[in-house]
């Protein structure tokens, strides 16, 4: 009696489920990459505010003539607030990518794994029927 192999292949569902990973895992990647520099340079701009502010201040103190910088300064501290708030959404928003990007991979592991121990991506010899 011969041993039958059964091979099972992947449903409709399953490879269009696989095709869509596929396709979302650089535009997350890449999103994830954009994310990051974005944040790096609302940390910058921060910077670059505060050390302005600071200066301000600094010139305002010394000034000789009665030149009122405080509006000035108070745009500055109020761009600085607006700056930590996008900061604080792109994190959370690259907190979120990177949660995404994690399942992405794990799903498409899963799936190349219970394809591989179903056969369906075992190589056949074109000599072996």
């Not at 030149?67 to 109020?78: G, M």
């Not at 992405?104 to 190349?112: I, M, N, P, S």
């Amino acid at each position: 009696m011969a041993a039958v192999a059964v091979v099972e292949t992947p449903s409709g569902k399953d490879v269009i489920a696989e095709g869509l990973l596929d396709l979302l895992k650089p535009a997350v990647q890449q999103l994830d990459l954009h994310v990051h520099s974005v944040r790096e340079s609302q940390v910058e701009l921060r910077e670059h505010i505060d050390n302005l502010a600071t200066e301000l201040c600094r010139i305002n103190e010394h000034q000789k003539v009665a030149l009122d910088l405080e509006p000035y300064v108070k745009k500055l501290l109020n761009a600085r607030r607006r700056v930590v708030l996008v900061n604080n959404i792109l994190q959370n928003a690259q907190e979120r990518l990177r949660r995404l990007n994690h399942n992405v991979a794990k799903e498409t592991a899963r799936r190349k794994t219970m394809l591989e121990t179903s056969g369906a991506f075992t190589p056949r010899s074109p000599s072996k029927p």
